[in-house]
């Protein structure tokens, strides 16, 4: 009969309660769906649009829409 050293009396147990000490690992699906919020870049196409329409449209009346020369400090009054 051959002799068992302590080293691998201490190994065998270390791999016999190995996987016990492994956590469990769940993956579940969320109870809400994802939302992403978008409003910021919606309202800012809005905002360019807009903008492009007031400037169409002041240059289509400009008797509707004076333009003031700038001020000497360099403000529009």
Known sequence: MRAV??????????????PLLTGCV????????IE????????QEVLV???RDVEQLIEQNPEA?????PAPGGRAQ
Do not use: D, H, W, Y
Not at 5 to 18: E, G, R, V, Y
């Open 65 to 69: 829409f004076p333009q003031q020369p």
């Open 36 to 43: 992403i919020n978008l409003n910021v870049r919606i309202q």
């Open 5 to 18: 050293s302590t080293k691998s009396i201490a190994a065998l147990t270390a791999m016999a309660f190995a």
């Open 26 to 33: 769940s993956v579940k699906t969320p109870e809400k769906p």
């Open 49 to 51: 649009r807009l903008q």
